[in-house]
């Protein structure tokens, strides 16, 4: 452990604040050529410790851009992709004990994040049909998303859930015996985006539940952490982006940038969306309840799912979002079915 990793765990105690980090900058600082390499160091064991505590290094970027500023989050994004703290001192023009202070401010903030669930990737892109009906999906919603008329996007949209409702089903007669072995549920962690960052994960919350998934929200870190069957985690993602960029076109659209009104608007967009997602999900099991198995079938992938988020996530707790603009309400629900399912 070098000088500065010592002045640097001083920094995350109780209690400590800007001077803590003063003094850590300047003993980081006060290493004259050598202080690069040091910081590099440390902050390789330190980004190795969240790791281990269950951040990916995306989290940890995403995390430097919700807390801290933009240069921060530039540094984060250097360290992520193997750069040398010296080149970004460079690139942003900073004198060396401006350097040591970002340095030391990024590194308190990951220094104090808490064990999460580790997040394991998949270990290759859906393949097979899975990854056949994925692509279908996405270049689906990438038209929904380009065109000018609401009727076909809408059209484009609905295609796409249909064809990810489509796809479960056939998973689940044709694998049946899947869902008690090791190729059960996973998760991934999506990040929310400020501002009506709750909202958003009301959105995502419904795009989970229609695809047989769970979403669980946690608040203080800014992600949703979504338990499913890795195609289905992968057409949750998909659609909830494309969800998402067509309520910011519409809210670019509205007659008002009030909070109240925001707000509103996409809480009301995300409970109708839940509704139009909840019905096409629901159509497409009635079109095949004929099917045998299908519906125990179904049953043990989503058992299979709320054991796996029992199990990550123990104790949950619910909360409550409440529209107080009329008018954004209305418009969020006109938005909502406009939107492109």
């Known amino acids: ?43 390789g064991r330190v980004v190795r410790e969240c790791e281990d505590r269950g951040w990916a290094p995306a989290d940890l970027v995403r995390m430097a851009g ?34 040591a202070t970002t340095v030391v401010e990024l590194l308190r903030l990951y220094g104090g994040l808490p064990p999460v669930p580790a997040v394991v990737p998949p270990a290759e892109a859906p393949a097979g049909e899975a990854g056949k009906v994925l692509g279908r999906v996405r270049a689906l919603l990438a038209k929904a998303e380009s065109t000018g008329f609401p009727e076909e996007a809408e059209a484009l949209t609905a295609k796409a859930q249909q064809l990810m409702a489509r796809h479960q089903v056939d998973t689940a007669l044709l694998r049946p015996d899947r869902a008690g072995t090791g190729e059960g549920p996973g998760f991934r962690r999506i990040g929310v985006d400020r501002p009506y960052e709750d909202a958003k994960a009301l ?27 890795e195609s289905d985690l992968e057409a949750v993602e998909l659609l909830y982006t494309s969800l998402l960029v067509q309520a910011d076109r519409a809210l670019a659209r509205g007659p008002s940038r009030r909070r109240d009104y925001r707000l509103s608007f996409l809480i009301a967009y995300a409970s109708r969306i839940r509704q139009r997602l909840a019905t096409a999900a629901a159509d497409e099991v009635a079109a095949r309840r004929e099917s045998p198995g299908l519906l125990p079938a179904l049953a043990a992938r989503d058992l299979a799912v709320r054991t796996a988020t029992r199990r990550l996530f123990p104790h949950t707790t619910t909360a409550r979002l409440k529209g107080r603009d009329a008018e954004g309400w209305r418009e969020g629900e006109s938005a909502a079915d406009d939107a492109r399912l």
């Open 1 to 43: 452990m070098n000088d500065f990793e010592r002045a640097y765990r001083k920094t995350l105690g109780a209690g400590t604040g800007e001077a803590e980090t003063d003094a850590a900058a300047s003993v980081l600082a006060a290493l004259g050529d050598g202080w690069a390499a040091a910081a590099q160091e440390t902050a």
């Open 66 to 99: 919700r807390e801290l500023t933009a240069r921060h989050h530039r540094l984060a994004a250097a360290l992520a992709d193997g750069g040398d703290v010296a080149d970004f001192a460079g690139a942003e023009r900073l004198d060396r004990f401006s350097a």
């Open 203 to 229: 959105l995502l919350d419904a795009v989970a539940a229609a695809n047989r998934c769970e979403a669980v929200w946690s608040a203080d870190f800014g992600f949703s952490t979504v338990v499913g069957h």
